[in-house]
């Protein structure tokens, strides 16, 4: 999860490279896939945490459908974009979508 948080375009190609040369696993790639996946489900519920009791649900439900455009972009130019989106509607959901301490 802290790669996910590091690296936002961190793809399962480079999770099944990284846990090769880290422990000698050929992982499979669907493998990856359903890891870096279950770091995101976890990153989301994280994130709906913070969202609760501070928002209208309107918000907060466009501000979860965002991340999840987020966690899935496959290019860093549709990554900003969506983290802009994010950062109009709410900063600090911005700076906890990177990664940031939210309360600092």
Same mark, same amino acid.
């Given at each position: ?10 793809? !399962?190609?480079?999770?099944?490279? #990284? ?8 992982? !499979? ?7 870096? #996946? ?6 989301? #519920? ?31 130019? #549709? ?22 301490? !939210?309360?600092?």
């Amino acid at each position: 999860m802290e790669k996910l948080q590091d690296t936002p375009l961190y793809q !399962p190609i480079h999770i099944k490279k #990284d846990i090769f040369k880290e422990y000698d696993i050929d992982m !499979p790639y669907h493998q990856a896939w359903l890891r870096k #996946d279950v770091a995101y489900k976890s990153l989301h #519920d994280n994130f709906a945490k913070y969202l609760r009791g501070k928002y209208s649900q309107a918000t907060k439900d466009t501000l979860l459908q965002l991340l999840s455009q987020v966690a899935y972009a496959l290019r860093v130019v #549709d990554f900003e974009k969506v983290m802009r989106e994010i950062r109009e509607l709410n900063i600090q959901a911005e700076i906890l979508a990177r990664g940031s301490n !939210p309360n600092y």
